[in-house]
Structures are given as structure tokens and as C-alpha cells.
């Protein structure tokens, strides 16, 4: 009787196994992406946009803040072009977002590790 139970058993872990490994290859595909080179313009541009659009674009904040009554997220590694063609930048950019109305997005800062 244990034989039997034994092999009932295993049968389940193994397709346990089987799904939580199938699973956590579906949860890396997002940061598998190659990084998107933006313009300082597209960066300025999402002003008035909101908390899903920038979500979208730039992925989930690295820090969120609330400073002089507007919250702001930090992100710490977006890439911008750089001075010379084919070349990159990585820079931080925090995103203001106002606290009244629609909540959309007021200030975009760009910050090049100079200035940090």
C-alpha cells in the first residue's frame, strides 16, 4: 500500500515541479528586453501623461516619494542619447506627479550622474 501511495505522490510533485518551473520563466521575460534608448524630448513629453501611461513606458519606479505636495517616482537607470552618435547615456529621471485632478504628470527631471 505505501509502494502505491508512494507513486501517486510523486506523480503529483513532479507536475507541481513542473508548473513552478514554467512559471518563473514566464516572470523573467519583462527584464529580458533590451533597454530602450530615449530622448531627453520623449522624456519631456510625458508630461500630462498618467501613472499607467508612465507604468507603460518606464516600468514600475525604483522609489516613490511625496515632495512639496506632489508624489514623484525615481527611476535610476534610463538610458538617453548620448553626445556622440550610437552612444547612450545612463541617466535618473524623476517624475512629478501632481496631487490634485487627474493626478498626470507635471515635472520630468532628468539627472546625468554629473549632477548626483
Do not use: N
Not at 42 to 48: N, S, T, V, W, Y
Not at 51 to 66: A, H, I, N, S
Amino acid at each position: 500500500m505505501l509502494y502505491i501511495f508512494g507513486r501517486s505522490y510523486m506523480k503529483q510533485l513532479l507536475v507541481i515541479l513542473a508548473v513552478l518551473v514554467l512559471a518563473s520563466g514566464c516572470s523573467s521575460q519583462k527584464d529580458d528586453r533590451p533597454e530602450k534608448v530615449w530622448t531627453a524630448a520623449e522624456l519631456q513629453g510625458m508630461r500630462g501623461k498618467t501613472r499607467d501611461d508612465v507604468r507603460e513606458l518606464l516600468g514600475e519606479p525604483k522609489g516613490l516619494y511625496t515632495y512639496d505636495s506632489k508624489d514623484r517616482w525615481h527611476y535610476s537607470k534610463i538610458f538617453i542619447d548620448g553626445d556622440q552618435p550610437g552612444t547612450k547615456e545612463e541617466v535618473a529621471v524623476l517624475v512629478y506627479f501632481s496631487k490634485f485632478g487627474e493626478h498626470r504628470v507635471t515635472i520630468v527631471e532628468i539627472r546625468h550622474k554629473a549632477e548626483e
